[in-house]
């Protein structure tokens, strides 16, 4: 056993630029964006042929057949035969997750290098036999007669041929992600103008890194693909104000296609690994994971929104490293809708809400919003669900290693299922 | 790319209608291959007055597992066999009445040159004299063997090598690359040496082991040619072109073992960038190969600002700016550091609609020749080398007529190819190359152009 504990260096990452769905990647899989993902990042790190210690991804929207996604991706890549790969799956906090098992095994010493990961195709998305239809063939299939088999079959009726799509939906209340933001978006009253300046905001940020090469080794083009679709350098709030809302009903409806993610294909890898394994392969140390915290809210019964858990998470963690939300040089609050992002920095503002539902004595106060998502985020890059742990990770340990040693910054990603992965980083 | 024409040419049928029509009968040309004799078969030493080179070429040819046979048994023909080389010590020269030695020895020698046969001369430089006889005589074998080179059929070249007084030691090198097959596209050319310090002979079949060599433009093309032999021949590279061009970039750098990095190279802060992480990945680099170039083809008088400026900055002054880089980065290039710039023929003998980019190749060889004293100093050397009509992607787009007229404009009636251009720099690149400073080397199969 190591006798104690270390932090985990970010040495850098990697990513495809993400698609709009159906769009430059219709055709690809989420093995073949994994692959490349992971080739562009053994390129840019020259391990070809090398053992790392561990590859650790997933994807949120996976096929059957892909049960040891992240082993295949690593078999078809220029990494190691010999480097050992395990999935992962918590929603759109995959990849951050990922990112936080790998760093725990380097902190107590059984990796001493690791890529965590993430994948997801809302294109090439898996399509399911019908409930009736399956049990009717895995009947005919558990037949052992002709005879058997035949009364088998004639269970199949036409309707059965429809098959199961996968849908954006929660599965204990039937609602889109974006009907249960919207319901939060109205319980908070965040307008309509505040979410499209923050869309804005993300579109120029990620539009600025890109022009004076932020991104030149963080991304790698993919499939004729050199940015990321979704990305409009020229939008702006007038633009966007006149895009009619898609989720939430009636006048109070402020949620559009413009400040909420689009669906999105895409992969993202980070290379992590201890001090000593950077410093005897000539490789950069960005940043390292200082920690990092999950949480889970009753979006069901339990009267709190579907995406507020990171908004629990936060305080936990300040309070670990005995911090306040105001002692970081950086915040990294994934976008999945605008709204998500204003709800849940009005909640820390909020002291009925940081008293009564966080139990905090104080409420953890507002954040400089120049802080807040430089380099763009999911409204302007898209949120390809699992790849979007990753893009952060990567953005935010590049951003603090240009910002000078010492300095801090917070993650914070919802995800399905009323669940929330927050980490800090520190350069 | 294959070449169509030169397949036809070589097959049964098309041999008797080539031979019948007098059409062009390009040959198939020896390329270098790992593990291959330095020549195919036996070489020949001849002098021409009393050289001070031919017990050294003999030596070093023995050396090599090469079979020297005497001019005698050349002259009298007692044997067949074909010879693989051909080579002239014509160091002793003191006027033109010596020159018929030459003639003499090479006469009844290059009857007999194998396909794919190499014929070099070896003689001091014309300036190193005050006679004018002896400076004539030696001027005299640049036109001897210019024209040789053009008669010459079969793939076979004839090259001319200056060696001053006292560079001797320096010939090693040139030596082996014109005799291989390293130097298959490189024909009627004179190279000059120096004098230089040389290091210890290299693993032959891995001449840059345990060095890093930094490729602009190494995503496609000559490029990813240039990547190719340099990590064959031993050296890790690291592989850059423009973050467009990621994806092939990456493809190239994983295929060779190296490092991708996505660079604008015209950036303002490309040169520092580059030159930091060399320091801090790879403890600095020593082997530099400037290829990065693009065209943007219009006459003079229709060329904008963007067409001219565009050309420049990525052709000529991220060159500049790059290696000005690595020179003020401390430990960022080696003290014996090999860079090479890619210049072009259009750059010697211009070319219509490349006012700009005939200009910015032009431009690399004043660049280069500048700066050859200073690199000498410290051990190190900076050449170009000029390519000629070469098969690649850019080609393939030509027009049908003028890419098949364009390819036949040398005496080797071909186009090269981009391994043709890869196999000059990598020479260029070997520690024994550090008496080739401040050379153009065209890699043109003697093209008529700018001749």
């Known amino acids: 056993m190591a006798p104690q504990t270390r932090k985990a260096a970010i040495v850098g990452g990697n990513r495809i630029p993400f698609a709009r769905s159906n769009g430059a990647y219709a055709r690809a899989s989420n093995q073949d964006m994994l692959t490349a993902t992971l080739d562009g990042l053994v390129a840019r790190f020259g391990l070809q042929g090398q053992q790392v210690g561990e590859v650790v991804a997933g994807a949120v929207l996976k096929h059957a057949r892909d049960f040891n996604l992240t082993r295949e991706s690593v078999l078809g890549s220029r990494l190691s035969a010999a480097t050992p790969a395990y999935d992962v799956q918590q929603a759109c906090g995959t990849g951050l997750e990922a990112a936080v098992l790998v760093a725990n095994k380097i902190a107590l010493g059984q990796l001493e290098s690791g890529i965590a990961g993430g994948v997801d195709t809302t294109s090439d998305a898996p399509m399911a036999l019908n409930e009736d239809m399956r049990r009717v063939l895995l009947a005919v299939n558990n037949a052992k007669t002709l005879q058997q088999r035949l009364s088998a079959l004639a269970g199949i009726r036409p309707g059965q041929l429809i098959p199961e799509v996968p849908r954006n939906a929660e599965p204990r209340t039937g609602l889109a992600m974006g009907d249960h933001a919207a319901i939060t978006a109205a319980e908070w009253e965040i307008g309509r103008e505040e979410q499209d300046e923050l869309t804005v905001r993300s579109h120029h940020n990620l539009a600025a890194a890109y022009d004076r090469g932020f991104f030149d080794d963080l991304v790698t083009p993919f499939l004729g693909l050199t940015r990321d679709q979704n990305l409009r350098p020229d939008t702006s709030v007038e633009k966007l104000a006149k895009l009619k809302p898609v989720f939430g009903q009636g006048e109070g409806a402020t949620m559009t296609a413009g400040n909420s993610t689009p669906l999105t294909d895409g992969a993202s890898a980070v290379l992590l690994a201890s001090d000593e394994w950077a410093a005897e392969h000539d490789l950069p140390v960005l940043a390292h994971l200082v920690d990092a915290q999950t949480a889970a809210v009753d979006y069901v019964h339990g009267g709190e929104g579907l995406l507020m858990a990171p908004a629990y998470a936060v305080p936990v963690l300040l309070a670990r490293n005995g911090l306040t939300l105001q002692d970081f040089d950086f915040y990294e609050v994934h976008e999945a809708f605008a709204s998500t992002v204003l709800a849940t920095l009005k909640a820390w503002e909020s002291p009925e809400y940081c008293k009564e539902k966080l139990g905090l004595d104080a409420p953890l106060g507002s954040i400089d919003r120049a802080k807040l998502n430089v380099h763009g985020s999911s409204l302007a890059a898209g949120h390809p669900f699992a790849a979007t742990g990753g893009r952060i990770v990567a953005t935010l340990a590049k951003t603090l290693h240009e910002a000078g040693p010492g300095k801090r910054g917070l993650i914070s990603i919802c995800a399905a299922g009323g669940q929330g992965v927050v980490a800090i980083l520190e350069s | ?451």
Request: glycine fraction near 12%.
């Open chain 2, 1 to 451: 790319m294959s070449d169509w024409y030169r397949d036809f040419a070589n097959s049964g049928v098309g041999t008797t209608i080539t031979k019948q029509l007098g059409l062009p009968r390009p040959a198939e040309l020896r390329r270098y291959e790992p593990g291959q004799p330095l020549l195919p078969g036996a070489a020949v030493v001849g002098s021409a007055g009393e050289g001070r080179l031919r017990d050294e070429l003999t030596r070093l040819l023995k050396d090599d597992g090469v079979t020297v046979v005497s001019p005698v048994t050349v002259d009298g023909g007692t044997d067949g066999e074909r010879l693989a080389a051909v080579l002239l010590d014509a160091t002793g020269l003191t006027g033109p009445t010596d020159l018929a030695a030459a003639h003499d020895f090479l006469a009844p020698a290059v009857k007999r040159l194998a396909p794919s046969g190499r014929v070099l001369v070896l003689a001091d430089p014309p300036a190193g004299t005050s006679s004018p006889a002896q400076a004539a005589a030696r001027q005299a074998l640049e036109g001897l063997v210019r024209s040789l080179a053009k008669e010459l059929r079969s793939g076979s070249t004839a090259n001319l090598v200056h060696v001053p007084l006292g560079a001797e030691a320096s010939l090693a090198s040139p030596l082996r690359f014109f005799l291989s097959g390293r130097s298959a596209y490189v024909d009627g050319q004179v190279l000059a040496v120096t004098t230089a310090e040389l290091p210890d002979a290299a693993d032959a079949e891995q001449p840059l082991a345990g060095k890093v060599a930094v490729v602009t433009g190494a995503a496609r093309g000559i490029g990813a040619a240039i990547a190719r032999v340099l990590a064959r021949d031993g050296a890790h590279v690291v592989a850059v072109d423009v973050p467009a061009a990621g994806e092939q970039l990456a493809q190239v750098a994983n295929e060779v073992g190296g490092t991708a990095v996505a660079l604008d190279i015209t950036g303002d802060d490309a040169g520092p960038r580059l030159a930091a992480q060399l320091v801090a990945r790879h403890g600095g680099v020593d082997v530099v190969v400037h290829n990065a170039g693009i065209t943007r083809d219009k006459l003079l008088v229709n060329m904008d600002a963007a067409r001219w400026n565009s050309v420049m900055a990525v052709n000529l002054q991220a060159q500049l700016d790059i290696t000005q880089a690595l020179l003020d980065t401390e430990g960022a290039l080696k003290p014996d550091a090999r860079v090479v710039s890619v210049s072009s023929q259009s750059g010697i003998a211009g070319n219509r609609g490349q006012t700009n980019y005939a200009a910015s190749k032009a431009g690399v060889i004043g660049m280069v020749r500048s700066w050859a004293p200073e690199f000498a100093e410290r051990g190190a050397t900076i050449n170009a080398v000029a390519p000629g009509f070469i098969v690649t992607e850019m080609t393939a787009k030509m027009p049908l007529g003028t890419r098949e007229v364009g390819s036949r404009l040398n005496s080797l009636q071909q186009g090269g190819l981009p391994v043709d251009v890869a196999e000059t720099i990598a020479w260029l690149a070997q520690p024994g190359s550090a008496g080739v400073n401040g050379q153009v080397v065209r890699v043109c199969g003697q093209s008529l152009l700018g001749a």
